[in-house]
């Protein structure tokens, strides 16, 4: 079970798109359609950006949005704004007989 | 308003146990689990496991098996965290995090600081 590996950094400036890729194995991102994004600004807790791979919760900006490719997940912010700075990080549910779940290491995205 | 409060900062030595509270409010608590992740200085969140409040079942994170335990108390919508065995490599922010579907973490409580130091 080991942490999902996500880029440290990320930066873009504002009104561009940034990608942020998060890579699992078969067993995990590969086999399951339970990916979710989480953004976290320091001191606060985590927020819940996408849910099941592409679904947004409401109240969710249409300008985040998430895909999956075999075993890789990516959230793309589209129209960066400044409150766009923060930590974000994925997540995979494995739904096997133990279910368990796993977290990547997180990427600081920066808004130059 | 949905919410999860959680107990204060803890400083305990190694070798101890803490126990971190979690309280819900704002909805009906036996209706979701509550999941326990921690992150430590620098790093990414660990999931740790959680616990049907509904009938106390558990599932934990294989790093932890043998020094977790989570437990819940329905009369105070309440769930705990019980650690121990610590070392300095247990200090994190603890959060408690209700999940409305196996993969959303929708409501986090706003976080534990423990620290082990001798």
């Known amino acids: 079970q080991s942490a999902l590996t996500q880029p440290p950094s990320a930066s873009g400036s504002p009104g561009q798109s940034v990608t942020i890729s998060c890579t699992g194995t078969s067993r995990d991102v590969g086999d399951y359609n339970f990916v979710s994004w989480y953004q976290k600004h320091p001191g606060k807790a985590p927020k819940v950006l996408i849910f099941?791979?592409?679904k947004r919760p409401s109240g969710v900006p249409d300008r985040f949005s998430g895909s999956k490719s075999g075993n890789t997940a990516s959230l793309t912010v589209s129209g960066l704004q400044a409150e766009d700075e923060a930590e974000y990080y994925c997540?995979?549910?494995?739904?096997?007989?133990?279910?368990?779940?796993?977290f990547g290491g997180g990427t600081k995205l920066t808004v130059l | 308003q949905v919410h999860l409060m959680q107990s204060g900062a803890e400083v305990k030595r190694p070798g101890a146990s803490v126990r971190v509270s979690c309280t819900a409010s704002?909805?009906?608590?036996?209706?979701?689990?509550i999941n326990w992740v921690r992150q430590a200085p620098g790093q990414g969140p660990e999931w740790m496991g959680w616990?049907?409040?509904?009938?106390?079942?558990?599932d934990y994170a294989q790093t932890f098996q043998g020094r977790v335990t989570m437990t819940r108390d329905t009369s105070l919508n309440a769930a705990y965290l019980e650690l121990s065995g610590l070392t300095s490599e247990d200090t994190a922010v603890y959060y408690c995090?209700?999940?409305?579907?196996?993969?959303?973490?929708?409501?986090w409580g706003q976080g534990t600081a423990v620290t082990v130091a001798s």
């Open positions: 704002g909805y009906m608590f036996t209706t979701y689990s």
């Open positions: 099941e791979v592409n």
């Open positions: 616990i049907n409040p509904n009938n106390g079942n558990t």
């Open positions: 995090a209700r999940a409305s579907s196996p993969d959303v973490f929708d409501i």
């Open positions: 997540s995979s549910y494995v739904g096997s007989n133990t279910p368990y779940v796993l």
